[in-house]
């Protein structure tokens, strides 16, 4: 029997320069998995930076778009073509400005909620029922432009706080793989205490 395919996609910006920035909370996620999985991304495919790893009977493939946030899209309708792989067996992660920081979301479809990543691959699918999890980086302070507040790094007192979202994120990513969206919503939406 063969394994049950699954895309896990983090969204961000490639480049040394953005590697810290709240956008790339999606890369970081993947990063993690990676680490936890015990693979590494080291193939470039559709314009990505792709890895596959075993997870309870399921393949999983995990890849970082390497075309800016706003064309994310791209890579991810290479990958889904190329391997076959049914939208609802895509996860694509990626910050939320309307969460507050630390807050986990997933949701099985909808609209792009002005996440430019997200809006890419609507339209590359041509189809919104896809699931992701929204990662919370909260709003911008006072008058603070939402794009130069996205491109920001976590400032350092958030940094320990962040291992301990990724690493729910990740449990919640583990849990869509086995479970589902709705076991996985149920389990995992809401705000994570400090």
Known sequence: MTATTYLIVGLGNPGREYRENRHNIGFVLIDRLAVRLNVSLSRYQSNALV???QYEARKVILAKPQ???NLSGQSVQGLIRF?????TNLLVAHDDLDLPFGTIRLRPGGGAGGQKGIASTIERLGDKDF???RLGIGRPP???NPAAYVLQD???EDLVFLSEILD???EAVFTFLVDGMDA???KFNGQISA
Do not use: C, E, Q
Request: proline share 12%; charged share 20%; glycine share 8%.
């Open 67 to 69: 075309t800016f946030m």
């Open 154 to 156: 976590f400032p350092k």
């Open 51 to 53: 890895g596959t790893a």
């Open 168 to 170: 729910r994120a990740s």
């Open 142 to 144: 006072g008058r603070m």
């Open 83 to 87: 391997y076959k792989i049914p939208v």
């Open 184 to 186: 996985a919503m149920n």
């Open 131 to 133: 699931p992701r999890l």
